[in-house]
């Protein structure tokens, strides 16, 4: 792995991850699934804290190094997380809400080099990772996944995708969510390929290196290849060959999280001579569908179910589809899929039927291949990849002094696959305008949450029930 300017061995992380168990563990046997924060940007460091939150016995909690604090407040109370370990540059991020919840906090730099000692031995049903999403419910819930759940989503991957030692991948995707966690480091590591960690989306460092042809593998959502588009259409003929040979000399490129616009995926054929595999997941089950590595890779479609993962439609009465090109909900089961979210029994009871997995995401069956077509929920929005939940932004918002009431609904934006956007009733004689309102907000959302658009109304347009129409709320921003 590279990172922080650094080259390190897999014996370096087996190493440091031993010094951050033993420092995490202070003298206990195990941590016997003690919630272990972490805020650490991509690197070994980050490594580190997983592989030593695991190796103590405990249950790996990674926050978004972007998160404003009431966000980081929410996991952190939420997933009654006992430690958090920290880089020493964003101590100061999170100190002081750890004092303020009795949360012990380690600096990962001292956690490294602790001495090692003897570890638990941890059975894989117990759980490895709780990670936060957003749904249906206002604040985001936590996702609990085994290691055997964690271990049947990478090996799925790793056997459909043919991961290699020699493979070579960029790892600039968020840490806190599945796809940087699972899909780039978890595979990677299993392999024992090479990861070249960035802090961010760090778009000239990355097309310099692909240029130099530094990866055989790269895993990005949508809006990167959107601005991977925009910056070869615009270098110069040496640079765009050069970048362009790059891309279309690695063995696999892969688009992910939200729906490649099928015209977006021609244009990176034409431009590079890459066929981008296009695969479908969900933070709850992994990876369930993937186009194949080697056959067809069909534009807007997101091809079958991959290894292990059985994969159904169901219909609104709730019966199975057998045939193709009828809609229906997507159903998951096997065991790739999480175990619970955390604290919320009543929830995970109603996220299943049967054994199976309601996504709330609807697809149709087409010449063998699923194509997604949407979400069941107008509350659910994609935005750079993210999903988001309009009843939490609403909620925030809402706190705002002149907002009386707020209506969020995602617009459709050729970058960002959606933009955050907001109707808002004012009271009475306050003033509203996009940029404040940008501002107020940032210091309670993560950057993508925040608004992107704002109109001010009187009232919602509203169905006989009384109902907000999210639909023709959409409609008021043109
Ligand atoms: C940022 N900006 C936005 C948004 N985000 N504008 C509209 N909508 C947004 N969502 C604006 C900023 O205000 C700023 O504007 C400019 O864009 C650059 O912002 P910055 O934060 O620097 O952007 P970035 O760092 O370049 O991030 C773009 C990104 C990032 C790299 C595409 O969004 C990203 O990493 N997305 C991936 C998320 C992901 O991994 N999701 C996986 C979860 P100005 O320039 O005016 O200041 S889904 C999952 O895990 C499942 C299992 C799955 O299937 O994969
Ligand atoms: P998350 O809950 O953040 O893990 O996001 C999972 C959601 O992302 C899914 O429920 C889908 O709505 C969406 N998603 C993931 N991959 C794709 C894809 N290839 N096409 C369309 N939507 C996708």
Known sequence: MASGGKTHSYADLLRASAGVAAALLDGEEDLREMRVASLIPAGLEYAAAQWGAWRAGGIAVPLSVAAPEPELRHVLADAGVGVTVVSRRLKDRIAPLCRRLGVRLV?????LDAEPGPLPRVSSERPALILYTSGTTSKPKGVVTTHANVEAQITSLAEAWEWRADDRIPLFLPL?????IVNV???????????????????DRILERV?????????????????????????????????AEGFGSMRLMVSGSAALPASVHERWTTLTGQRLLERYGM??????LSNPLHGERRPGAVGQALPRVEVRLTGESGEVIEGEDEPGEIQVRGPAV??????????????FVDGWFRTGDM????SGYYRILGRLSVDIIKSGGYKLSALEIEDTLRQHPAIEDCAVVGLDDATWGEIVAVAAVVGGGAELDLAGLQAWAGERLSGYKIPRRLEVVADFPRNAMGKVMKPAVRALFG
């Not at 806190?176 to 940087?180: A, K, L, N, S």
């Not at 933070?283 to 369930?288: L, Q």
């Not at 999480?338 to 996220?351: I, L």
Request: charged share 20%; hydrophobic share 45%; aromatic share 12%.
């Open 283 to 288: 933070t709850e089950i992994g990876m369930a």
């Open 338 to 351: 999480f175990r619970e979210y955390w604290n919320q029994p009543g929830v995970t009871q109603a996220s």
């Open 185 to 203: 480091l978890g595979c990677a590591l299993w392999s024992g390929a090479f990861v070249d960690a960035f802090e961010s989306f760090d778009l």
């Open 363 to 366: 697809a149709v069956l087409e």
């Open 107 to 111: 600096l990962i730099e001292e956690a």
């Open 211 to 243: 240029g130099k042809r530094a990866y055989t593998v790269f895993m990005a959502v949508p809006t990167i290849y959107v601005r991977l588009i925009g910056a070869l259409e615009s270098a110069g003929a040496d640079e765009r060959r050069r970048w």
């Open 176 to 180: 806190h969510h599945v796809h940087g």
